[in-house]
């Protein structure tokens, strides 16, 4: 059954994988990092992106990339060939945790949804490492539930261990870790406790096996900043990047004294700006947390609008369609525990929803929400199972029967539906390709100059370096781009509306004087436009 659960999964993700040759659906940015970090680390530069030791994105999932760089030889490629492997693996440990807490039924139906769910085959195909993340989260998941389930203590170690690779691979993979104790904890005022010195053992081979497999990240990060930290990313080092969009500070602006400071550590910092913690915000100003809280849940509503235009559907289909599911498990869930009385069960899978909650005190990306896919298929795939074999009545199990099949069906269609927009490549700024290409095979030396441009897909196809894009007024703009010896501006209206409107004007027939444009490119109706300066360094 394995075997072909895997082959269902592989076939959507496979046909999505070669149908988009193009570096993730946004135009490159985390996606850019990860290539470049893999690129370096295996050509002997390091764990290093532009010059400079890397401390903000974790580690396992370039190294993938890199290993894979090896084998196939063209970037890309391996890192997409990472995502849709880790992708079609997942259905194991999928099949493996809905089995040890539901099942056989159940885990045939987790694993047939997980093979044919939409988002996921969208997300396997993407340059991102939430495909691998989701696939050690979930095995860490399925070791510890085999272990409580066979009541045995050694196995938790390996749990911990998954869950530091789940860790390493994303931020977000610790916010799982007390999930595991903390049901073993709550399991004490249930039938068939154990003993205490068992629940002390077991939680700390957990912690144990996290800390082992984590504790060669935190020496790099140790060394690296000259202290210790849980983690590089920008969002537990400093949330206070937050606050200042909910102050009103454009994202353009933030982004790019952030970039400034990262890449050109040389360069003074704000003495007015205290980085602050995700943590310390939430002792010293809970005022601010609350507002942070209602900023990321509006900002939510925008990421399921991008989900919506992605998916190729309606945003209020979308919002209807995931009402709907919610209310279908809820009353599935009622409906499992009155006939099966697995409550137990039920509450470690209802256990693992709640890291959910630590992403409106961050930042809410769809992207952050692919692990609770496969854990709500499972809970699906438990109440059809219920349902089919505890029927007492023929037509009731029939219902549940047809209603597996029926939602295979919206979710083999839906998947179809995915992969023609990749194909076509809707939503999708294919002219970062187009001009990148352009750019690498027609004007000599790019590789030693720095392209300014607000995404960096446009310097992985020109083989170029990146600056991020100057935030100010346009006088501050020639200035900017002289002082740093700056030749070339890309402009374009996938991101223009959002960074600077006000310079739609340089893509404007004349340019301006001093500015040459070289090219433009246009895709579906999009330009992006490559301007030089004239004299920049001439």
């Known amino acids: 059954m394995i075997c072909l659960l895997l082959l269902l999964a592989a076939i959507p993700r496979v046909v999505a994988w070669s149908v988009f040759d193009f570096i993730d659906s946004g135009g490159g940015s985390d996606p850019v990092a990860y290539l470049n970090l893999a690129r370096n680390l295996f050509s002997g530069e390091g764990y290093s992106t532009f010059g400079e030791v890397h401390t903000v994105h974790h580690p396992l999932y370039p190294v993938f990339i890199g290993i894979f760089w090896r084998l196939l030889g ?33 885990a045939v139906y987790a694993g047939l949804l997980t093979a044919f769910c939409p988002v996921l085959v969208y997300g396997s195909t993407e340059v991102f490492c939430e495909s691998l993340y989701v696939f050690f989260l979930i095995s860490a998941l399925a070791v510890f539930a085999a272990a409580w389930r066979n009541g045995r203590t050694r196995p938790m170690g390996g749990a911990g261990i998954l869950t530091g690779l ?7 993979g610790v916010t799982f870790l007390p999930v595991m104790p903390l049901f073993l904890l709550i399991g004490q005022a249930l039938p068939g406790r154990t003993a205490w010195r068992t629940l002390l053992a077991r939680s700390g081979l957990l912690l144990a096996g996290f800390c082992l497999a984590v504790l060669p990240w935190w020496l790099y990060l140790r060394s690296a900043t000259g202290h210790w930290q849980m983690s590089g990313s920008s969002h537990y080092r400093d949330i206070s990047l937050m606050t200042d969009l909910i102050e009103g500070r454009p994202e353009s602006e933030m982004i790019f004294e952030h970039m400034e400071l990262i890449y050109n550590p040389d360069l003074d910092p704000d003495a007015d700006r205290e980085a602050v913690g995700m943590f310390e915000l ?31 559907i309606g945003f209020g289909l979308l919002a209807a369609l995931l009402a709907l599911l919610v209310i279908i498990l809820a009353a599935g869930v009622v409906f499992f525990l009155k006939t099966t009385r697995r409550y137990a069960e039920t509450l470690l899978l209802a256990l693992c929803f709640l890291p959910a909650l630590t992403f409106i005190l961050v930042i809410m990306q769809h992207r952050y929400f692919y692990p609770f896919f496969p854990l709500a298929w499972i809970l699906l795939g438990a109440v059809l199972a219920a349902g089919v074999e505890r029927s007492s009545r023929i037509r009731r199990g029939l219902f549940f029967r047809w209603a597996t099949v029926g939602i295979c069906l919206i979710f083999l269609a839906a998947t179809a539906g995915v992969i023609r927009r990749k194909w076509r490549k809707d939503a999708i700024p294919y002219e ?38 100057f935030w100010g007024d346009y006088p501050g703009l020639l200035e ?50 490559l301007l030089r300066l004239r004299d920049s360094g001439d």
């Open 74 to 106: 063209d970037l890309l490629r391996a890192g997409q060939a990472v995502s849709v492997l880790a992708g079609v693996a997942l259905v194991i440990p999928v099949y493996g945790l809905a089995r040890n807490l539901f099942g056989v039924r159940a």
């Open 166 to 172: 789940a860790f390493l691979t994303h931020p977000a």
């Open 282 to 312: 939430l002792f010293r100003n809970p005022e601010a947390q609350l507002q942070l809280i209602a900023f990321n849940l509006a900002f939510g509503a925008g990421e399921l609008e991008k989900t919506a235009r992605f998916l190729g």
């Open 432 to 469: 970062y390709k187009l001009l990148g290409e352009w750019m690498r095979e027609n004007i000599p030396g790019l590789r030693e100059e720095k392209v300014m441009a607000f995404r960096l897909g446009f310097s992985f196809y020109a083989d170029s370096s990146w600056n991020v894009f």
């Open 480 to 529: 900017y781009m002289r002082d740093r010896g700056l030749r070339y501006l890309i402009i374009d209206d996938y991101k223009l509306y959002m960074i600077h409107p006000e310079l739609q004007f340089l893509i404007e027939d004349p340019p301006p004087e001093n500015w040459e444009r070289i090219r433009t490119e246009k895709f579906r109706g999009r330009r992006a436009t």
